[in-house]
């Protein structure tokens, strides 16, 4: 039987690893990393540095390989998205039988938390392994610290989306506070300003953070160029943000 463990990592930071996590690496017999292309090399690069800092002396074997693109064009959203599930399963798949074609411990380091606005555990399912999940640092943990503000007024909801939804759908009835996830479009900018303030970090956690806040109104364009600046500067960009309404 294959053991796969799925370690949330947080923002990107070292020292967003638990304990539990660096234990979990040092007991792998194999730690995945996935490869999305040569504008994204960083987000390989940034889990190297997090096995070398905790795997000191620990003979772990590492297997990097091409993950598979998601159809963007493909105006069946859901549908594109299961499809490429299945192809990251087969590549998944493809490196376990590879590296332990017998049985042994596998580990995949995941974004975030694996069990927030991620789909490890969706694209595991497609598998016949036994999967453990170690839980991680969230984005939303990360913003909050960053902006040293809590998450939720006194008593309040909050509710969690994504720029999709935002953008479709316009604010949510019933929450006064939305943190945004998944927004490569800043759907935020669709919402009538008056009376919201945002909060909105990209890179959280990392040495190149980027934070801004303010009514939406004031802040909201400063966002957008500063997003599409980091972006075009890296390469690649993670951020989200919370909107709160008076």
């Not at 087969?90 to 490196?95: D, E, F, T, V, Y």
């Not at 380091?109 to 839980?135: E, F, H, K, N, Q």
Request: proline share 6%; aromatic share 6%.
């Amino acid at each position: 039987m294959i053991q796969l463990t799925l370690i949330g990592i947080g923002t990107g930071n070292p020292d967003h690893l638990t304990l539990q996590a660096i234990a979990a690496l040092r007991d792998a017999d194999l730690v995945l990393i996935p490869l999305k292309g040569e504008d994204k090399a960083d987000l390989a690069g940034l889990r190297r540095a997090m096995l070398d800092r905790h795997l000191t002396g620990a003979p772990v074997r590492l297997a990097e390989f091409d993950l598979p693109r998601r159809d963007a064009d493909d105006p069946d959203y859901l549908g594109a998205v299961e499809r490429w599930h299945d192809g990251i399963a087969l590549a998944w798949q493809a490196q376990i039988s590879r590296h332990l074609p017998q049985s042994g411990r596998v580990a995949l380091l995941v974004w975030g938390d694996p069990s927030l606005y991620d789909s490890s555990l969706r694209i595991a399912a497609r598998l016949d392994l036994a999967v453990t999940v170690i839980p991680g640092i969230t984005a939303i943990q990360a913003l909050c610290a960053a902006h040293a503000i809590p998450l939720n007024d006194l008593g309040a909801p909050v509710q969690i989306t994504t720029g999709r939804m935002l953008r479709d759908h316009g604010w949510p009835a019933g929450a006064d506070t939305l943190v945004v996830m998944l927004d490569g479009g800043c759907a935020f900018q669709t919402l009538p300003a008056q009376g919201v303030r945002i909060w909105w970090g990209a890179f959280l956690g990392m040495e190149q953070q980027i934070l801004d806040h303010g009514p939406l109104s004031e802040a909201g364009p400063r966002i957008i160029r500063r997003r599409a600046e980091a972006r075009a500067a890296h390469g690649w960009i993670m951020d989200c943000y919370l909107l709160r309404r008076a």
